[in-house]
């Protein structure tokens, strides 16, 4: 059975802040995945302060009734994203759904639990109502599924939940904006793109990361490059990228030739 040690790396490569926690990825309830159909999104009903309060609950439980771990990612109130359970998370509890089987929600869907209070008026952060369904556009990317395999705890369980309670535009709404990423619609400010490089320059010393930027560089610009049809176009492109890399690194510390040559090299190799 499978354990889904690549959401780590689909996450990051989204441009998306990732904590690895300790031991995620041989972490299950009695095992790993079966086959993944859909993304089940949850609230924590956690504490009203702090960015991530519920991570120890969710990697203890609560044995015997709730066994840990209890999901396969967090999600905190900056918008980070905590990988907790590769395999096998008890977070959907009985319910049902169309295509798939009674009561058996945790070996078909990957759980995010994502910090609230779960009022009912939302309590949820810019940050999360950017990261939240950007994460799960990436993940269902991976999967090769479309956004209405985002499903909502409240649908699973309609009796039983209401998670995750007050989001913006409803279940529905965090389904058009998955469905947004999906079709690659989302057009990115400026302050989206100065954070996710701020986070890039912190981190140049890590391959990994590194190859991230890479990525979500030519993935982000990659229609454009495909419509220039001309080379002082794409020229304009790479000239905007670098513009950009000098001002991170000035604001950051970095030294801005270091960083645009990291993010170079590395993408011209993939």
Do not use: C
């Amino acid at each position: 059975m499978p354990y889904l040690t690549w959401m780590a790396d689909v996450l990051r490569d989204a441009g998306l802040r990732v904590v690895e926690v300790d031991g995620w990825q041989s972490r299950g309830y009695r095992g790993g995945m079966s086959d993944v159909r859909g993304v089940l999104l949850h609230h924590t009903v956690g504490a009203p302060t702090g960015n991530f309060p519920s991570l120890g609950f969710l990697l203890s439980g609560a044995p015997p009734e709730k066994p840990p771990p209890l999901a396969n990612l967090g999600l905190a109130r900056d918008g980070t994203w905590y990988t907790i359970a590769a395999g096998l998370a008890n977070h959907a509890g009985r319910g049902r759904l169309p295509g798939f089987p009674v009561d058996r929600g945790n070996p078909h869907l990957i759980g995010v639990e994502a910090e609230s209070t779960g009022a009912d008026h939302g309590d949820w952060t810019q940050a999360q109502v950017e990261s939240y369904p950007h994460g799960v556009a990436a993940l269902l990317r991976h999967l090769g599924l479309p956004a209405d395999r985002a499903f909502a705890h409240k649908e699973w369980a309609p009796t039983r939940k209401k998670d995750p309670a007050g989001w913006p535009g409803g279940i529905n709404g965090f389904r058009d904006t998955v469905r947004a990423h999906l079709e690659d619609d989302m057009p990115l400010s400026d302050q989206d793109i100065f954070r996710i490089w701020d986070f890039k320059a912190h981190e140049l010393n890590n391959p990994a990361t590194v190859h991230s930027a890479a990525v979500w560089l030519v993935g982000a610009n990659m229609a454009a490059w495909q419509s220039a049809g001309a080379q002082k176009e794409i020229a304009g492109l790479r000239a905007a990228v670098e513009k950009l890399a000098e001002a991170v690194g000035a604001a950051q510390g970095v030294n801005p030739d270091d960083l645009k040559k990291a993010i170079s090299d590395t993408a011209d190799r993939i």
